[in-house]
């Protein structure tokens, strides 16, 4: 792709030089106003495309995290209430005792 810049006198109309230019075989024109217009559509574009996947890396990362967080957190819980069952607690205490399994898993997990 070839390019020519042409400058015309500060009293030309730059409009009708260009379509001028325009009706030409195989040639194409573009004012100064028009060149600025395309390069800041394609950076502003690009830096678009860039924010996007940016943001969706940034979505698949953390749902990943959080589903590890809350597997642990549910793996732990079984493990205590497996705990519980084995030293010959009723159920109806297990079930009594939820609150505090949960406050001991959030406090394990805050603290580490």
Do not use: C
């Amino acid at each position: 792709m070839a390019a020519v810049i042409a400058r015309v006198d500060a009293n030309a109309d730059v409009d009708s030089v260009a379509r001028t230019v325009r009706q030409w075989k195989h040639l194409s024109a573009m004012t100064q106003a028009e060149q600025e217009d395309l390069l800041v559509r394609s950076v502003v574009d690009r830096a678009r495309r860039q924010i996007g996947l940016f943001l969706g890396i940034l979505l698949t990362v953390s749902a990943v995290v959080i589903a590890l967080i809350i597997y642990t957190m549910t793996m732990e819980k079984l493990k205590q209430i497996a705990t519980l069952k084995l030293i010959g607690a009723p159920d109806r205490t297990i079930r009594a005792d939820r609150p505090a399994i949960a406050r001991s898993g959030a406090v394990g997990w805050a603290s580490a």
